[in-house]
């Protein structure tokens, strides 16, 4: 039987970009399911993945990332789990199909997708740390393992990464050219946006420290 594929997109205030990842996504008739999760969004995120066919998943409040990404997992039966970020600045079919590739030929049952030649800034943080890259393909059998380790919010990425190495998964990492993102800062100012991005490391320093003590 043909895999089937959804794409999970946690968008928390994103009507700015989301248009720009869901657009390429709807003409892909290779994924068989967008689903958005608006995760406590005070403005029109949710409006405008409805405009694109995505079925949206609106949360009342703010639950974090991982507890999005989560929520969209449980409400998919697909084969193959398609993970993007919705602050994405030039996402075309090649990047998604790179990504998608060798998880459906067998190749990997988890790909990492890196930056590359889209700006510096973005570019040389996920040359430093490319495992905290929010662009994946994992297949659901192997998404079901992260229900054994304690992530929080930001730490989705990184506890995929661990538990891949842990698990023995088969990981590719895929370079994404003229792919970036917004940055904290440039979304929320530079306050909330350093604060932001505070909170994010503190995340993934607590599930790098759960998963040791597992």
């Given amino acids: 039987m043909p895999k089937t594929i959804t794409a999970i997109i946690p968008a928390y205030d994103e009507e700015k970009t989301i248009g720009n990842v869901l657009k390429p996504l709807s003409a892909m008739s290779i994924i068989n399911e967008i689903i958005v999760i608006s995760d406590g969004s005070h403005d029109n995120t949710a409006d405008i993945a409805r405009m694109y066919n995505a079925r949206v998943i609106e949360l009342e409040k703010n639950h974090g990332k ?17 993970m993007l ?4 600045i030039g996402l075309k079919e090649k990047h ?4 998608l590739q060798p998880v459906i030929d067998k190749k990997a049952d988890m790909t990492i997708g890196i930056f590359k030649c889209g700006r510096g800034a973005t570019d040389l943080a996920q040359k430093i740390a490319p495992f905290l890259s929010g662009q994946r393909v994992i297949t659901k059998s192997v998404f079901n393992k992260l229900k054994r380790y304690k ?6 990425e990184i506890a995929l990464t661990l538990m891949a190495d842990r698990e023995k998964i088969k990981v590719q990492e895929i370079y994404l050219p003229d792919l970036t993102h917004v940055m904290k ?15 994010m490391y503190w995340d993934i320093v ?5 998963f040791k003590s597992n």
Wanted: glycine share 8%; hydrophobic share 45%; proline share 0%.
């Fill in 151 to 156: 992530v929080k919010d930001y730490g989705i």
């Fill in 66 to 82: 991982t507890n999005a990404v989560l929520i969209g997992v449980k409400n998919t039966n697909s084969d193959i789990i398609l």
């Fill in 96 to 99: 998604v199909m790179s990504l």
């Fill in 85 to 88: 970020d919705a602050d994405l």
């Fill in 185 to 199: 800062e440039e979304k929320r100012g530079i306050l909330l946006g350093f604060l932001s991005r505070i909170k």
């Fill in 206 to 210: 607590f599930c790098a420290i759960k």
